[in-house]
C-alpha cells in the first residue's frame, strides 16, 4: 500500500508510516506548500492513499467529482502526532481491505467508507 501524507497531518506521521514500510509521500519533506489539487492528482498518478485533515479533498470529490485512490480524512479532536498514528494503526489493522479507492473518515470512535451504509467502530 502506498501513502501520500499530506502536509497538515506531519512528518511524524509519515516516518511511522515509513517505519512500518509502507511507501510514503511525505508533502511536509518533499514538496511542501504543494496545492491540493496537485496534491490529487500526484496522489492518483502514482496510486498513492492521500492522508490528510484537509476537508477540501472532500469537496473535490465528492462536489467537482475528481477521481482519486484512496483518501484517509482525519477528524480528530486529538491533533497530536501520538493519536493520529494511533488511528491510522487501528485503521489499517482493522479496515486496509477496505480503503483502497474510498473516502474514508476517521474520528477516535468511528470509521465511515464511502459506499457503506453504516459506521464502522474503532474501540
Not at 2 to 27: H, I, Q, R
Not at 40 to 64: P, W
Not at 72 to 83: G, H, P, Q, T, V
Given at each position: 500500500?502506498?501513502?501520500?501524507?499530506?502536509?497538515?497531518?506531519?512528518?511524524?506521521?509519515?516516518?511511522?508510516?515509513?517505519?512500518?514500510?509502507?511507501?510514503?509521500?511525505?508533502?511536509?519533506d518533499k514538496a511542501r506548500g504543494l496545492d491540493d489539487r496537485t496534491i490529487?492528482?500526484?496522489?492518483?498518478?502514482?496510486?498513492?492513499?492521500?492522508?490528510?485533515?484537509?476537508?477540501?479533498?472532500?469537496?473535490?470529490?465528492?462536489?467537482?467529482k475528481i477521481a482519486h485512490k484512496g483518501i484517509?480524512?482525519?477528524?480528530?479532536?486529538?491533533?497530536?502526532?501520538?493519536?493520529?498514528?494511533?488511528?491510522?494503526?487501528?485503521?489499517?489493522?482493522?479496515?486496509?481491505?477496505?480503503?483502497?479507492?474510498?473516502?474514508?473518515?476517521?474520528?477516535?470512535?468511528?470509521?465511515?467508507?464511502?459506499?457503506?451504509?453504516?459506521?464502522?467502530?474503532?474501540?
Open positions: 500500500m502506498k501513502f501520500l501524507v499530506d502536509e497538515c497531518t506531519g512528518p511524524k506521521v509519515a516516518k511511522w508510516l515509513e517505519s512500518m514500510n509502507y511507501d510514503v509521500f511525505s508533502v511536509f490529487l492528482q500526484k496522489a492518483y498518478d502514482e496510486s498513492r492513499i492521500i492522508i490528510t485533515n484537509d476537508k477540501d479533498f472532500g469537496e473535490m470529490v465528492f462536489r467537482r484517509i480524512l482525519l477528524r480528530l479532536e486529538d491533533e497530536r502526532s501520538s493519536n493520529k498514528i494511533k488511528m491510522i494503526n487501528e485503521l489499517l489493522n482493522k479496515y486496509s481491505s477496505y480503503i483502497v479507492n474510498k473516502f474514508v473518515v476517521v474520528t477516535e470512535n468511528t470509521v465511515r467508507i464511502s459506499g457503506e451504509s453504516k459506521k464502522r467502530n474503532m474501540t
